[in-house]
Nanobody
Framework: QVQLVESGGRLVQPGGSLRLSCAAS????????MSWYRQAPGKERELVAT????????KYADSMKGRFTISRDNGKNTVYLQMNSLKPEDTAVYYC???????????WGQGTQVTVSS
């Protein structure tokens, strides 16, 4: 059974850092593209970052470039999102996503809340 479990979200001050984790089970993260999305109150869910299968390349939303880093630990079957220089506008629920060749094909975790505020 495929499962994605996010953790690491909390309240942090502007300029601070956080590392989010997405622990996967039921499949091997190294074989598939993995992504982080976020959804702020009243806004649509947006792509934050993607890493291709094998970690060969990464892609970031423009507003996150240079501040966020997506990575994976294949031994732990976990994907991370390192977030630096956090801004209040980064406040959102962050979700881990995997697109797999099994129904329902698009898998999501339950999300983890990140709040950036002084």
């Amino acid at each position: 059974q495929v499962q994605l479990v996010e953790s690491g979200g909390r309240l942090v001050q502007p300029g601070g850092s956080l590392r989010l984790s997405c622990a996967a089970s039921g499949f091997t993260v190294s074989r598939y593209a993995m992504s982080w999305y976020r959804q702020a109150p009243g806004k649509e869910r947006e792509l934050v970052a993607t890493t291709t299968s094998g970690g060969g390349s990464t892609k970031y939303a423009d507003s996150m470039k240079g501040r966020f880093t997506i990575s994976r630990d294949n031994g732990k079957n976990t994907v991370y999102l390192q977030m630096n220089s956090l801004k209040p506008e980064d406040t959102a629920v962050y979700y881990c996503n995997a697109v797999l060749p099994i129904a329902p094909y698009d898998f999501w975790g339950q999300g983890t809340q990140v709040t950036v505020s002084s």
